[in-house]
Every structure is written in C-alpha cells, then in structure tokens.
C-alpha cells in the first residue's frame, strides 16, 4: 500500500513539473515523510528548476523572488552545496546592488547640495557620473534653470548701469553669483559695476559731496572690495571724514594736515584746498585775536606785551560776563545741524577723546536699553560668537542677511537672504514709515521715521525677534535724537523731553524746551550742553543714564548708582 502511494505522490509531482507548477511540487514533496527515497529523482529534478529560477530572478534582480526559490530548493534537501552555493551568490548581489544604490544615492544628494550652493560645476561632474535616469535628468534641469538665472541676472545688472541705478545692478550681480558663482561674463559684470560706482563716487567728490561718495560706494557691499581705485577713494573719504571730526573738536591744524593727504591722493579736488584756505586764514584769526586785547582775558599766555605798571594792577576785578540771552544757533556736527536751534546753550567742551564708537548702548533707567548705530551702513545678522554683523538677532538667520543703508535723506533695504517687505519678498527697496520687515521665518522689525526733525530713524524688535542684550528699539542715528514722551521721539521715556546730539567726539544732551512759533517745528535745546561720557552714568532734570560701547556680548553691565 505504501509503495501504490509513494508511486502516485511521485506521479503529482511529476505532472505538476512537467506542467511548469514548481509551488505544488514543491508542496508535495514536502508533505508527508520529507526522506522517502522514492521522491529523490523528482526532488533532484525540482530542485533544478527552482536553481534555475533563481538564476533567471537574480539577472532582473529581483532578488526576493530568488531567494524564495533558493529556500524552495532547499527544503528539497538535495543538492545542498550547490543551493547553498546560489544562496551566498543571491546575498552577495544583494549587498552589491545595496551598495549601488547608496552611492548612486549620495552622488545624487551631493548633485542636489553643489546645485543648491550653486556650484554647477561640480553639480555637472557628478550628473555625468550618474549617468541615465530619472533623477539624473531632473538635476541637469535644475542646473540649465540656475545657468539661465544667472545670465539673465547679469543682463539686468548691464542694463541698470545703463541707467545709471547702481543699487539694483548691485542686487542682480548678487542673485546671478548666488545662482552660478563661476556664470560666465559675472567677473566683467562685477568690475563694469565696481567702475560705475567709483565714477558717480569720484563725479560726486568732485562736486563737493563726499557724503554722497560714501553712500554710493555703501552700496557695493563686498563687492570690488579688493579693488585699487575704491581702496583710493574709501581712503580718501576716511581722511575727509577725519579732518571733519577735527574741526568739530577745535583741533584746524590736524584738520589742514588731513586735508593735506586728502589734496595729495585727489589733487583735482578743488574744495579741499579751499577748505585748507579757510583753515589757514581761521588760526590766522585766532592768532591775531591772541596778540589783541582779548588775549589778556583768554586762558593761557596772554600777548607778547610788557606786564602792566604797578598802578595798574590795583584797578577792580572783572565783573563775569553776564549769561547769554535770547536764541542762539549752535552747529551740532551732524546733516540735522541747521534744524535745530538752541536757547541759551553753551557749547561743550572738547577734550582729547578717542573717536566715537559706532555702535553705542544707552541706558536708561526706568525706560530700558537701546542700541544705537552711527554707521551709514547697518548690516543685519545672525547672533554667535563669531557674528559680525552690527545688528545680531538670536535666530537660524545667515551671518548677514540684509543691510539698511543711509544716502542722504533716504534708508535704503538691501537683502542679501529671505527678507520681506511687507508680504512680498525683496531685494532691494526705499524704506518707509512704518514698514514691516520679516528676516527668514520668524524674525519682524518694523522701520520707523518718527520725526521730520531728523535724519534718524528706529527699527522696532517685534516678538520673537531679539539681540544678545536687553534691547527692543535700535535707533540708526542720522542726526539728533529726541528723547521724550510723544511718538516723534526716537527714544521714548516718560519724563521730560532732550535732545541727544553728537558735538565732535562726544554724544551731549541738554533740555527739550519745545517748539518755536507757527512758522517752524524745530525743536529748540535750553541750558547747558552736558557731555555723556562713556561708561559713566549721567543724570539730566532725574533722568539717569549711561552710554557705553557696545560689543555684542551677552553680559551687559549694569547701570551703576
């Protein structure tokens, strides 16, 4: 009986393999006694075509199918170095296929990352290891999309030279760089743009402007900065800007000495000799003044006269002279000067004092701290260790993402990462009252203008948006600051209103009176000009507050009693 059955198990499993269906073989002789000698011809035969299979799976690699049959075969329990042998060339295909596809992988993400730097280049050689294929033709896409950008940036940086708009030719260099740093005609671009601007800077110093030679060469950013003939006039606007800070402090002889290396490296420029003119015929003034009477009555020698008789000396003392009366004007040593006027002010006195820093935090108590800029050009940034920007935020910001730049009555917006104004992204625009800015995702400032009776301005830290000190107003100072109760303060307090204004090297503060008559709104300053020394508290009518550099650290000092 059992030999009628393993003869009719033997003949299902011969049809099934004739009839190509090597599952129910396969299911049949592993049913019931797996070493029933009888099956063995059909089991070697079944395991054959399974190997073979196999095979034909591992060629289309489709390897879980292979390896299905292999354990197929291997529950014939025949032929097993030679099932085991297929198995360990099933696994090893399968490691190297792995293999293949990761770096194909990585070659793909390092196409992706050079194309998202813009370094087509690179993007290319890895392209063209890649070969054919779907992400392969999608990346060489992305990178003839960047390449055609980048040209047609640099068209439009031609054309606004063209017309003679510096700042957007600036902003369509930058976007071709970013697209492909190495497109080709962006090094001519870049010199046909760094040529323009020292034209209109050079046109603009000949003029008697070098105020407006600054903010054109503001502009440029980085770039051209390793050029001669902007290191030449950015030297020469140093030098006019420190001769201009020596005659504020009364120091004319440094001034004409400065003036002098001015007249060596610009010899065309007519003013600067005028300027020496007028220096020279002012100490000419004072040393006469000197040798007068007056002389008697100034500090220090008096003139080269012989001393008075004895009788002379028994005459009364001098009297004090009585304090002024009525309004005065006294310049102030910034553009604002001729709008602000003064009652009964007294000038300050200026000492030898290091220059004044650019960056300044004003505290004040009961009102807070604020950060205030000098420089015509504010970079905006990333906070960190090594930040360098001159307003750092606490945020996931690049180290520079936008800059504000002053030209004359006008702030300036020039984005050099995500920056929107208002709900639309920009590159370049005018700033005006009450514009919101967004900084990448989360970062909001709102630029404010609130006098007309300055030059300065405020950017308001909205939430979330913060610096490495306590600080929620940056003011960017073009010209006096209004320190008071109403909205047209840059710095808003509860008490009494003062104007802070620079005079040479110092910030000087005295009282805000109010406003004169119907005819102007010029705020007028009473009583004496009171120095704000660094790092020293000063307290105006019981307003305490101190100034100091400011770094950038985290640890701010605080206001000493």
Not at 205 to 221: I, K, N, S, Y
Not at 464 to 473: I, K, M, N
Not at 479 to 500: D, K, S
Request: a neutral charge.
């Amino acid at each position: 009986m059992f030999g009628r059955s393993r003869s009719v198990r033997s003949k299902q499993v011969a049809e099934a393999l004739r009839a190509g269906r090597l599952e129910d073989a396969l299911r049949l002789v592993t049913a019931g006694d797996a070493n029933d000698s009888g099956l063995h011809d059909v089991k070697v035969e079944l395991c054959e075509r399974l190997l073979g299979r196999a095979q034909e799976h591992l060629i289309q690699e489709r390897f879980a199918d292979a390896l299905r049959d292999l354990e197929g075969a291997a529950r014939c329990r025949v032929l097993g170095d030679k099932v085991e042998e297929w198995r360990q060339r099933a696994l090893a295909a399968m490691q190297d296929r792995a293999r293949q596809r990761r770096v194909r992988r990585e070659a793909i993400d390092a196409a992706g990352q050079h194309l998202q730097h813009g370094e087509l280049t690179l993007a290319a050689e890895q392209i063209a290891d890649l070969g054919d294929g779907a992400e392969a033709a999608r990346l060489a896409e992305r990178a003839d999309r960047r390449r055609q950008r980048a040209a047609a940036a640099i068209v439009q940086a031609r054309d606004a030279l063209r017309r003679g708009a510096i700042a957007e030719a600036v902003r369509e260099y930058f976007d071709a760089s970013r697209e492909h740093p190495n497109a080709e005609g962006l090094p001519e671009a870049e010199a046909e743009i760094g040529d323009a601007a020292c034209r209109t800077a050079r046109a603009a110093l000949a003029e008697g402007r070098p105020d407006r030679a600054r903010a054109t060469l503001a502009l440029l950013g980085d770039l051209g900065r390793t050029r001669g003939e902007r290191a030449d006039l950015e030297l020469i606007l140093s030098l006019a800007a420190r001769a201009a800070d020596a005659i504020e402090s009364g120091a004319p002889a440094e001034a004409v000495t400065l003036l002098g290396r001015v007249a060596q490296a610009a010899p065309d420029l007519t003013w600067v000799e005028d300027a020496r003119d007028h220096l020279r015929q002012l100490e000419t003034h004072r040393a006469a003044l000197r040798e007068g009477p007056l002389g008697f009555l100034m500090s220090g020698a008096g003139p080269a006269h012989p001393p008075p008789a004895a009788d002379e000396t028994r005459i009364a003392p001098a009297l004090p002279p009585a304090a002024p009366r009525g309004i005065g004007i006294l310049a102030v040593g910034t553009p604002d000067a001729p709008r602000l006027g003064y009652a009964g002010a007294t000038p300050v006195t200026h000492e030898k004092l290091a220059p004044l820093p650019d960056r300044l935090l004003l505290r004040i108590d009961g009102a807070g701290s604020f950060l205030i800029l000098r420089s015509e050009r504010v970079v905006i940034g990333r906070a960190g260790p090594a930040a360098t920007a001159d307003l750092p935020l606490v945020s996931d910001l690049p180290e520079r993402v936008a800059e504000i730049v002053r030209a004359d009555d006008d702030y300036f917006l020039i984005a050099v990462g995500e920056v929107r104004l208002g709900d639309q992204p920009v590159r370049q625009a005018l700033l005006n009252h009450q514009d919101r800015l967004r900084l990448g995702a989360k970062q909001r400032l709102t630029f404010l203008r609130p006098s007309r009776k300055s030059n300065s301005a405020v950017l308001e830290l909205g939430l979330g948006a913060r610096t490495v000190a306590d600080v929620r107003r940056v003011v960017l100072m073009g010209g006096p600051l209004l320190v008071g109760p109403t909205a047209e303060c840059h710095v808003p307090v509860a008490a009494a209103g003062l104007i802070l204004v620079q005079r040479g090297r110092q910030l000087a503060a005295c009282r805000w009176a109010g406003l004169v008559g119907q005819r102007s709104s010029v705020p007028i300053a009473e009583g004496a000009m009171t120095p704000l020394t660094l790092s020293r508290t000063t307290e105006i009518d019981g307003l305490r507050m101190s100034l100091s550099e400011w770094t950038g650290a985290d640890s701010i000092g605080r206001l000493r009693g």
